[in-house]
Structures are given as C-alpha cells and as structure tokens.
C-alpha cells in the first residue's frame, strides 16, 4: 500500500465495584431491568453524586500500571448530549484533568519484538443505560446507568488492524491480572472504538473515521482492516475522506455510516458542580503502589529466563493469573519447573477442559502435584500411570498416594517378579527374540508393549527393558 495508517484506540472497561460510581446502587450485571435504580443514578432533581473511592482506586491502578502520570487533582466534568440511555441528559466524565496522562503500554507483536504504545489517558465516567429493541417497542434499562466505566485513550500509534488485535487482547489480560475488571467482551464489560486515518508518507495523519463498539478483538482487527481498505480506495479515487462514526456490520463484513462525528466542543464540557476535584492523597498513592504485582508480560520474560520454559510454556501458563499462580505453588512445593510446566500445559489442562473445571478451584492442589511428580520421579508409578492417577485425583478428590495404595498401582520394581514376566514373554514369542538376535532392536519396543500389556502398566520400564536385552544378548 502506497499510504501510511495510523489507528488509535478508545476501550471502555467496566469496573468490578460493589456500587455504582456516584451512588450506592448495585452493580450487578444481569439483575431483573430498572431494579438498581435511584433517584441519584436516574438524575432526579436534588439528588447529589457522591464518589466511589473503590473506583478511584482501580482507576489509579489501571493509571499506574499503564505508566500514567497521575494528576494531582482529577476532576469531573459534566460531558452534555441527548439520548434516551443517559436518563440525566449528560455524562458525568473527566475532560481536563483525568486520573491519568502520557502513559505507554509496550505491546508483544508476532514477531516476538515490542512497541511502545502511548497512552493519551485514562478517565472514569459513568456508563449509560442500555436500549433494548424488538419488532413491536424500545424499552429502556436503566440499571446499567451510573455504573462504573473506566475509558483508556490511545495515541494513534498502532500500524493495523493486526496491531490493534494484539493491543485489546493484552491489554484484556493486563486487566484481568489488576482483576479491575472480568473482561467479559460479550457481556459488554469491554468495549473498544476504534479510529483510523491514512495519508501518504511524511503526511502525518490523515482524516479519521471512528468505529464504534467492537465487542470483540477478532472485530477490531476485521473493521479496521476493512477502513484502511476503504479509505485507500477513497483517496485513490481523488476525493476525500469523511470524518465521521460507522458501524461495523459483522453479518457483511463491512462499516456503514453512523452519524457524522462530534467533536470535543459538541459537548459542552463543564466541570460538574456537585462534585469537587479529587486530590489523590499519599496514603491512596501507597495503597496502589502496594497493589502493583508483576504484570503478564515481565512475567512470561521471566519464565523463559530463569526457569527456561518454552515461549509456548510461558505464555499458556501466564495467559491467565489463576494459572500462574498456581504454577508458583507448584513450584514453592518443590517441584521441578520444566516438569510442572509440561504437565500443566499438556494433561493437567487436558483434564481440566474435559471437566470445565478452573485450576485453582479444582482438586488439584499444589501440594497434591508435587506428590504425583514424587511417585513418578521415585519410579513408584510410571508416567503413564501417572496420567491415570491423575484423573482419579480429580474423580475422588484424594491424594494420588492414597489412589496408588487404594489401587494397587505401585510400579513393580522387584527383580525376581519381573524377571518372571519377562520369561513369559519372550517363550511366548520366540520369532521376535530371534530378530532381536539378528540385530533388529526396534523389535525390543513390541516386547515391552506386551510386557506393559501382561502387567497392566506397572512394571517400572527401564529395569524391564534392561533384563529383555541381557536375556537375548547377554546369552549370545
Ligand atoms: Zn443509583
């Protein structure tokens, strides 16, 4: 392509809060319609707003860990439009003096290299209403009205719609391990606009279009793909770009206008005077610095540094926080990081699907792992009884050693017992060993198939396999 493009980024996220953010109605998704109402939340005459400080506080964390400065006195603004979701016919948000400014966020792209994203704010404002709409009426549920939304801002610095993926979906998981937020894209509880501009080199930016509420990254990255497509195509033609809101339309695959786009002045930004500006103090300051853990990405760097997982190791394990930190109890039991990782990733996690059970909810208990990974490493079972053990542990929730006694699974290791197994085995079949005999040792993995076979999987390998070979060779 022949033009530069520049796409810039506005996502809502929804605050996990008891209350609302001016009120002290529930924030509850899902509740019977219009039941979390008051005469604050639906703007009744009189009624004043009063600040959520548990919002404030997840509205500094999220500053915080974008790299924000944090503005010593934030303030809220009356932000004026009309519309039948905003029950006041204004939004209560923050304009001038938001929690945070100038931030960045340094996204991972494919190719495993990092860009720095700028972060132009982050502000808390009320959410609207919702509308729901079918063939016969409108109606209106108003208990959504006033519950906390956080809006991050950022500069127009991603290249694509590829680009933007990436940054909604590490920036989801960014969010999720502040657990400001569940993240939950369907539920709406992360929304993303999307704005896009392109202009040939050199240029700067161009003319912007703004797509309105991407409730998925797979959309973002789609609905933006499209614009560049569609803008290039514009200003190939020679005319120009019009700056305005579309819609992305799944069903088509394309955007459609929306309405022509407001600018800042539209508003009627005023500071809200039920309100005074909050002046985030050091004891705040220090409860959030407190709060500040090690984020997604330092933690996946880690993994492969000090514990040298595989890059796939480290980003299964770091994808979620509940994971990653179960994996650090495995590891503070004792266990070795390369084992736990490989089975966390492969038939723990195999198990856990099948069952659609969470990790750190689930029977598997650190200390219960860390046990299974001793039988195995004390050759007392076999890896693949291991697995079977395993899967008890979740069907009885009991520790593996008392499923290996209750079971009889204990690998046998006594050199009388196996020698007897593997005489049978190799009078049983006479042609094999004559093979092995003339050099074919492949042959030696049939006979210790049969031998698993004939014992049910709890002969311990390596002493059986020792005694096929001196049998057959040792007496040549
Ligand atoms: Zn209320």
Redesign the pocket.
Known sequence: MKYQSFVGLEIHIQLITET?V????PNNFGDEPNT???????GYPGALPSLNEEAVFKALKVSRALNCHINEKAVFERKNYFYPDMPKNYQISQFEFPFGINGYFDLELDDGSVKRIRIHDVHLEEDAGKMIHDAYQSRLDYNR??TPLLEIVTEPDLLDGREAELFVQQFRQLVRYLEVTDGNMEEGSLRCDANTSINLPGKGLGTKTEVKNLNSSRFVNKALTYEIKRHAKVLDKGDSIVQETRLWDEGSSTTRSMRSKEDSHDYRYFPEPDLPPFRPGAALMARVEEAMIELPNERKKRYEAELNLTADQAAFITAEKNTADWFEAVLAAGADASQAAGWLSGDIQKVLNKEGAAIDQSPFTPERIKELFDLINSNRISNNIGKDVLQAVFDEDKDPSVIVKEKGLEQVSDTGAVEKVVEEVLAAHPAVVDAIRAGEDKQIGFLMGQLMKATGGKVNPQLAREMIENKIKGSE
């Open positions: 609302k001016f009120c002290s109605c979390n109402v008051c005469p604050v939340c639906m009205a006033g």
